[in-house]
């Protein structure tokens, strides 16, 4: 894979319902690497575990250029795989500002989520995320380089309003941003598994699961039918508890 193009096609035909994408989520090239090394077609940065890389804060304490831009583009430069990158809710960045960027580190894919950190968290309200995801869609289609749009909802993570409908009401608002051209469908947490099933059978586009790397089995998000599975801050984490043990082995 030569180009940008070839490397987003790639990365989209890799999302089969059934048959999930594994993406490991890194946050440096040394981890990048290690991913290669093992094989798998494709990883993702996380915006939790690159924050922590940096000594930063994560839900966009990072610096859109400095910080995101610049490690994403050693990341890539490691690596000859696919690469997308958690860019929270937009950094507050113009669309076409964020596609040139995310393309201008050698990035094929995004996730996109409706927190808006910078507004206090509040949530963008259904229509308005996915207006920010046609726009996103208009931004990347200019550029010839159809860029993997995985359009995340926190509705689920947080817990927002009455239990009773809430599955009901994520569904809704992936629906809509499935209209507005997202390339995949991120209803982010975990899910009791008639959940999960669910929210593959009732979504429109390949559904993205966050899977714990120590615990879990691609098998099992395979029989619910999900597409692509990632591990969000939970491979870092694992890795914090193995180095602590072996560092107090010499304390």
């Avoid at 993702?44 to 583009?73: N, W, Y």
């Avoid at 259904?126 to 380089?145: F, I, K, M, S």
């Avoid at 947080?158 to 409908?165: H, M, T």
Wanted: with cysteine.
């Amino acid at each position: 894979m030569t180009t940008l193009s070839d490397k987003a096609t790639t990365f989209l035909a890799l999302h089969r319902p059934g048959d999930p994408a594994v993406l490991p989520t890194v946050w440096d090239a040394w981890s990048a690497g290690l991913v290669q090394e093992a094989g798998f077609a494709a990883l993702t940065i996380g915006s939790h575990p690159l924050a922590d890389s940096v000594g930063k804060a994560d839900q966009e304490g990072m610096d859109f250029s400095g910080d995101v831009l610049r490690r994403v583009g050693e990341i890539t430069s490691a690596v000859d795989i696919p690469v997308s990158v958690d860019l929270e809710s937009g950094y507050g960045q113009e669309p076409a500002r964020l596609i040139e960027g995310l393309l201008g580190a050698g990035a094929v894919g995004f996730n996109l989520e409706d927190t808006v950190h910078a507004e206090g968290g509040r949530l963008r309200a259904p229509q308005e995320h996915a207006d920010l995801v046609a726009a996103l869609r208009q931004a990347a289609d200019a550029t010839g380089v159809h860029v993997v749009i995985n359009a995340r909802t926190d509705l689920l993570l947080r817990q927002i309003g009455d239990a009773g409908d809430r599955l009901d009401r994520a569904i809704a608002r992936l629906r809509l941003a499935a209209e507005a051209g997202a390339d995949v469908l991120y209803p982010v947490g975990r899910h009791e598994p008639d959940d999960q099933r669910r929210l593959c059978a009732e979504l429109p586009l390949p559904v993205n699961a966050i899977g714990l790397p120590d615990q879990d089995d691609p098998k099992t998000f395979a029989e619910l039918g999900v597409a692509r599975i990632s591990f969000g801050p939970f491979l870092q984490r694992t890795l914090n508890t193995e180095v602590n043990r072996l560092l107090g082995r010499w304390r």
